[in-house]
């Protein structure tokens, strides 16, 4: 049985957009006829614009994170599912001020195709198109989804920090660098122990035991790299620490900021309690944690579990992500 605080499951994108513009109507605007948002003050004048975008049910993940010092506008498609290229080019269009757009794209097939779509469609238009694809899980290599890793909570990171940089009023080339270095430096794992339902389904997207849970899966209930017996805190935290420190290579007395991502319904006690062993390893290891941030910053429904995000910061990295930042959804 489906249980959820909806009307019909096919208004649930339209109603939720109209619900955090009544919200937040200081921060965002919504372009007409589309499912695009953007920052109050779109475009903004003799700067570099930033969109992210991609299938709702991640809140607070995309639109979340539109307004001064991240993105610039947030295309949403429908639950789970890639927006359209015209509507990305709409968000193109809304965002564009002359200084040029960045794209900011988790790698997943249909949101690596459409993205690439709407940016040809606006370079035909004489607008200057760079694209960053971010592929921060370390779980699996391919996917149901993807070609490659998927882009998950580490994504947060490139917005700040591509953001900060833009806000400041860099070029084009130089807001695309540093998205990239974020890229290259950023690594996450999560974990699941209970399946999501998109409502337009009305079904959970996978089943799983009540003792069971599933290490490495993907924020649309993609399967991971082993299903097993529900473990403590301390163990799962340990594990996904594992394989993101055994892919991203941290030096001893290297910088690092953290992100204990929530799903969707895992309360923050729990996510708290993650952390304390995750930072009790990163202590052991003598990686120095410059930043942490707990919560839910990519979700997936309702799903319950968590992800854990490492980021290797250096000076630039660090000032840029501790720079200012007015959204709905980040907290420093």
């Known amino acids: 049985m489906m249980k959820k605080l909806i009307n019909h499951p096919e208004n649930v994108v339209q109603e939720m957009i109209e619900g955090m513009v009544h919200a937040h109507p200081q921060r965002l605007k919504r372009v007409p006829g589309t499912n695009v948002l ?103 290599e391919d996917s149901t989804y993807t070609t490659g890793r998927r882009g998950i909570a580490g994504t947060v990171f490139v917005h700040k920090i591509a953001g900060a940089l833009a806000e400041k009023g860099a070029s084009l080339e130089e807001v695309h660098r540093v998205a990239e270095k974020v890229v290259k430096q950023v690594r996450s794992m999560g974990m699941a122990m209970t399946p999501c339902t998109v409502p337009a389904a009305g079904r959970p997207s996978f089943e799983i035991g009540e003792h069971e849970m599933e290490i490495g899966i993907g924020i649309h209930g993609e399967p991971g790299t082993e299903r097993s017996r529900l473990a403590s805190a301390d163990d799962i935290a340990s594990k996904l620490v594992a394989h993101v420190l055994d892919d991203l290579k941290p030096a001893p007395g290297d910088k690092a900021a953290v992100m204990i991502n929530g799903l969707g319904a895992t309360p923050l006690m729990e996510l708290y309690i993650i952390h304390k062993k995750v930072s009790e390893i990163l202590a052991e290891k003598n990686i120095q944690v410059i ?34 930042a007015d959204t709905i959804a980040w907290k420093k």
């Open 291 to 324: 930043d942490t941030f707990v919560g839910e910053y990519m979700t997936s429904l309702e799903m319950a579990g968590c992800s854990v995000t490492l980021l290797k910061l250096d000076d630039e990295l660090t000032e840029l992500l501790n720079a200012p």
């Open 38 to 140: 953007v920052r109050r003050d779109a475009p903004v004048r003799g700067k570099v614009a930033l969109i992210s975008g991609g299938g709702s049910g991640h809140e607070p993940s995309h639109a979340g994170y539109v307004g001064a010092g991240m993105l610039d506008g947030a295309v949403l498609g429908e639950v789970f599912t890639s927006p359209t290229p015209d509507q990305i080019l709409e968000g193109i269009h809304a965002v564009n001020s002359g200084k040029g757009v960045l794209l900011i794209i988790k790698n997943y097939t249909g949101d690596i195709m459409n993205f690439e779509m709407a940016a040809e469609l606006a370079e035909a238009e004489g607008i200057e198109v760079k694209k960053i694809v971010v592929n921060d899980d370390v779980a699996v």
